[in-house]
């Protein structure tokens, strides 16, 4: 998961897994335009539009399971990335900076 990532090592794992769904769009658009010309707008949604939502212990216990961190870490996590504002928080332009993952564009 990347939003819950810690090292380099698991944000690139984390990027690995998107990376074939981020092509497989890029090539039905191709595809789809047939020769025409395309642009592709990166959208840029707030990080909460990503976030489970539902009873925080209950996701917290998933996430444990999920990714073997232990609770502590993963509210530890949850509090360093939450935000008063979700549309001025970890949008895409500011999360990469912080988590240094603009690598996923450069492999299409």
Known sequence: MMIM?????????????????Q?????????AMDGLPV???LLDPPLHEFLPEGDLEHIVRELTSDTGMKEEEIFSRIEKLSEVNPM???RGCRFDPSHDVCVLTDKL
């Open 5 to 21: 990532a810690v090292t380099p090592e698991q944000r690139k794992a984390a990027l690995d897994l998107l990376l074939p769904y």
């Open 23 to 31: 092509r497989s769009d890029f090539e039905g658009i191709f595809r």
């Open 39 to 41: 642009t592709i707008r």
């Open 88 to 90: 001025l928080g970890f």
